[in-house]
């Protein structure tokens, strides 16, 4: 009764109805009458009730409208997020679930208030949340909170895959990879059209050549870069390495390699100066008439076709290498920006086989096109020589992997990097994407091939990889 008495008394008073001393006996009995008494409780019941229900309707509406910010995804790229209930506060919903994941390519785990998955589609994907806040009765509606995920397209999917011209008369494979045998080793190569090129259906202007000189123990590989400048740097870069096979081909004879070879032998046995200077005076007579001759046939090329020398403007990088029962004898050659690395057995020495002409030393890109390389004060240093008893990796690679891969040239000289690579050949990327160094793997062309797909953002050139394993 003592409830009813204070609160009737408030409501005469919030109606200006004044408790005169007249009127206490009237106003006692008023409240002792179990009408009043009851209409009070029924009245104070209906006041909380109103109060849970606003608390409980507030509180639905903050969930609603409480911002959540998960991250970003893009398509074919794996995706994870967490919708932490307990950072978010949400520790009094009961009960929930996730809709609208549905061929998306995502999945939520509840346990772990996960989104996860590879998204499929591109675009801002509506997800809805469906609640129940504590107190809430178990047979009601739950509740609707709308979440956005911005999936972003996969930025491979927005370049163009436009073949080039086969009616072209310079036109030649947009990729290409194969794999053989190399002296005792294996052998694989890839070649493949960036994709600024690919988008707007240009040529690859990436090539490569090898051969076995199986009389002599002799094999050559060659790789070029075709200037992007030059209209037609891509067969600039053919006749490149074709010539260079074509030259050692004809002069490595088992006759007149006689002499080098009893010279590297004795050089195996007894490594001192006299023979250092045979095998530099070799390596510079036969390398440098190699590139000169490759100069040449690139220049007969443009004349005869009414072309300048220019417009077939092409690195080159070369290397002859021979196994004997004492090692192996590497002979290279470079003009450009493409490193030719030889990696020594156990993977903890890296031999960068030729310098770039790149930076402040190189003073900018050379081309086996450019008469002035042959007349300059550095083309002695051009070249490089080395014995090993073994080796596990010999690369020869055009800017399309070095830029992207190592980043800058000091990284060259640095096994890490090279380890690193090996690494990311091997399946370590992000699209878990394995070259098998299997010499049983009858796929490897077709895995180096497609590891070659990766994407770096803003290296789009083309991509050239020799490596002898």
């Known amino acids: 009764m003592e409830e009813a008495k204070i609160y009737i008394h408030a409501l005469l008073t919030q109606n200006k109805f004044e408790l005169k001393d007249s009127k206490i006996t009237l106003f006692n009995e008023f409240i002792s009458n179990e009408n009043n008494i009851n209409s009070v ?105 709308s979440i956005t995920i911005i999936i972003n397209p996969d930025p491979k999917s927005l370049w163009k895959d436009t073949e080039s011209d086969k009616n072209d008369p310079f036109w030649k494979e947009d990729n290409v990879a194969v794999a053989d045998r190399f002296l005792d080793k294996k052998l694989v190569v890839a070649s493949k059209r960036g994709r600024s090129h690919a988008n707007v259906g240009s040529f690859r202007d990436d090539d490569f050549a090898f051969k076995n000189i199986n009389d002599t123990g002799w094999s050559v590989i060659a790789v070029s870069d075709g200037a992007g400048s030059a209209p037609l740097a891509r067969h600039g870069s053919k006749i490149a390495c074709e010539s260079v096979v074509k030259y050692f081909e004809q002069i490595f004879t088992k006759e007149y390699l006689k002499d080098f070879d009893e010279t590297l032998l004795n050089h195996s046995q007894n490594p001192d100066e006299e023979s250092s200077k045979k095998i530099s005076l070799f390596a510079y007579n036969n390398l440098s008439k190699g590139a000169h001759f490759t100069h040449k046939e690139i220049e007969k090329f443009a004349l005869a076709n009414e072309k300048e020398l220019k417009d077939f403007h092409a690195t080159l990088i070369f290397a002859l290498v021979k196994k004997y029962d004492f090692g192996y004898a590497f002979l290279t050659f470079g003009v450009g920006d493409c490193p030719i690395g030889l990696l020594n057995k156990d993977l903890t020495e890296i031999t960068l086989m030729n310098w770039l002409d790149v930076g402040e030393f190189g003073g900018g890109t050379r081309f086996v096109t450019m008469p002035e390389i042959f007349q300059s004060d550095k083309f002695s240093t051009r070249f490089g020589f080395k014995m090993v008893d073994d080796f596990s990796y010999f690369m020869l690679m055009t800017d399309g992997i070095y830029d992207p891969k190592f980043v800058v040239e000091a990284n060259l000289e640095k096994i890490e990097s090279w380890k690193e690579f090996l690494e990311d050949l091997k399946g370590k990327n992000e699209d878990n994407c394995k070259v098998d160094f299997n010499k049983e793997n009858d796929e490897i062309a077709e895995e180096l091939s497609k590891w070659m797909d990766f994407w770096n953002p803003g290296n789009h050139d083309d991509r050239t990889l020799a490596i002898i394993y």
Do not use: C, H
């Open 41 to 145: 409780r029924i009245i104070q019941e209906n006041q909380k009730m109103i109060m849970a229900n606003w608390k409980l309707k507030t509180r639905i509406d903050d969930v609603i409208s409480q911002s959540i910010f998960l991250p970003n995804g893009t398509v074919n790229k794996q995706y994870q997020a967490k919708i932490d209930f307990e950072k978010l506060g949400w520790d009094d919903i009961v009960s929930f679930e996730i809709q609208g994941l549905e061929d998306t390519g995502l999945q939520f785990n509840n346990s772990e208030e996960l989104i996860s998955g590879i998204p499929e589609k591109s675009g801002d994907l509506k997800i809805k949340l469906l609640f129940r806040i504590d107190d809430e009765p178990e047979n009601s509606i739950l509740n609707e909170k």
